[in-house]
C-alpha cells in the first residue's frame, strides 16, 4: 500500500460543485451540484450510496459551496444561503444576501454562530447563521472574486485568496481587514490553507505554485514552491491549483489541480511525495476525513476516494567505524 491508494470511485447523475465529509461519521460525504441538489451518500455501501437526495435545494441555482456548522447541519451557498438539518432535511434559516446578483465563490463557517462569504465582484460577507440580525460584515477589498476562505486556530483572521492575485486578510472580531493587503502578484490565487504549526499561509495560484506567506505578514511571499505539470509543456501555463487541504494532524498538504492530479507534499521542505492521476478532468472539488485520512475529490460527476496512509522512510544503512570493523 502506497501513500494514496484507490479505494473507489462514485458516479452522479449530475455534475459536482463541490464536497464535504460529515465532521464524525466518516462514511458520510455530502455533495452539492449544478442543478441544485444535494446528495447525502453512504461511502460505505457498495450497492447504493445515495443515502438522501434533496432534489431543487436552490430551486434549480447551482449550489456552489457546502460547509458544516459547529452543531453539524449543513450550510449551501446558491444565490442564496441555506441552513438545513442534517437529520431532518428540513431548511431551519435562509439568509438572502444584499446583493442577490452576485455568485458566491466561497463559503466558510467562522464559529457556532458565524459564516462568512466571499463573492465574484469580490465583497467579503459574514452572517449569524442561527437568527436574522441583517449583515454582520461587509467589506470589499478584492477587484476579481473570492475563491477560497480559512481561518486561524484562534477563528480570528480569516484569509481570503482573490482571483486577481492577492491575499486579504479580515479581522473578524474588529471588523475590519487587517494591513496591509498583499501586492498583486501575476496570477490569479485559487485556493488558500493556514499551516499554523510552521507558521505559514499557503496559497495556490493559476501558475502552478504554492506561494507562501507568514503568518501576520501579508505584503509578500516568504517562499515560493513551484508544482510540476503533467501537462504537455505547450499547456504548462493552463495548469492551476484550484483546491488544498491539510492531513495528517495538518503535518502534509494535498493538491487538486486542473491537470487531473492528485497532490500529496510537504512544505519546507518543499517536496512532492506522491501522485494520483485518474481523473478524466481537472479536479473540481477536495476534501478531507479527518477522522480517516480519506481523501475525497471530485471530476465532473464522479467521486473519487483515495486512502491515505504515511509510510516509513527506509532506514539508511549505517557508515560508522565500528559497523565498518565489525564486519572484518
Not at 518543499?270 to 475529490?297: C, F, M, P, R, Y
Amino acid at each position: 500500500m502506497g501513500w494514496l491508494t484507490k479505494i473507489k470511485q462514485i458516479p452522479l447523475a449530475d455534475v459536482i460543485f463541490d464536497s464535504k465529509f460529515h465532521p464524525t461519521k466518516s462514511n458520510i460525504l455530502v455533495c452539492a451540484t449544478v442543478s441544485g441538489d444535494l446528495f447525502i451518500l453512504d461511502t460505505d455501501n457498495n450497492t447504493n450510496p445515495i443515502a438522501v437526495e434533496l432534489n431543487d435545494h436552490h430551486s434549480g441555482s447551482p449550489i456552489r459551496k457546502i460547509a458544516f456548522t459547529d452543531d453539524h447541519n449543513i450550510i449551501t451557498a446558491a444565490k442564496t444561503l441555506k441552513v438545513t438539518d442534517f437529520n431532518t432535511g428540513k431548511v431551519i434559516r435562509k439568509i438572502k444576501p444584499d446583493e442577490p446578483r452576485s455568485k458566491i465563490f466561497s463559503l466558510l463557517v467562522i464559529d457556532h454562530w458565524l459564516v462568512c462569504a466571499g463573492d465574484d465582484e469580490g465583497r467579503f460577507r459574514a452572517w449569524d447563521y442561527r437568527v436574522d440580525r441583517g449583515t454582520f460584515m461587509d467589506l470589499k477589498q478584492c477587484e476579481d472574486h473570492i475563491s477560497d476562505l480559512d481561518i486561524d486556530s484562534q477563528r480570528k483572521i480569516v484569509v481570503a485568496s482573490s482571483g486577481e492575485g492577492t491575499l486579504t486578510a479580515f479581522n473578524i472580531r474588529s471588523r475590519r481587514m487587517e494591513e496591509p493587503q498583499s501586492e498583486l502578484f501575476d496570477a490569479g490565487f485559487q485556493c488558500v490553507r493556514y499551516y499554523e504549526h510552521r507558521g505559514k499561509v499557503l496559497v495556490g495560484a493559476e501558475d502552478s505554485a504554492i506561494n507562501i506567506f507568514n503568518i501576520g505578514q501579508w505584503g509578500n511571499i516568504s517562499d515560493r514552491f513551484p508544482i510540476k505539470t503533467r501537462l504537455p509543456s505547450r499547456k504548462m501555463a493552463g495548469n492551476t491549483i484550484d483546491s488544498m487541504e491539510l492531513i495528517a494532524d495538518d503535518k502534509y498538504v494535498v493538491l487538486g489541480c486542473s491537470d487531473g492530479y492528485l497532490r500529496l507534499l510537504t512544505v519546507l521542505p518543499n517536496k512532492v511525495i506522491a501522485t494520483a492521476g485518474d481523473h478524466q478532468t481537472g479536479i473540481e472539488s477536495l476534501t478531507v476525513n479527518k477522522n480517516t485520512n480519506v481523501i475525497a475529490s471530485t471530476d465532473h460527476s464522479t467521486i473519487h476516494l483515495h486512502q491515505f496512509e504515511e509510510q516509513k522512510e527506509p532506514e539508511k544503512p549505517s557508515t560508522s567505524s565500528s559497523n565498518f570493523f565489525s564486519e572484518l
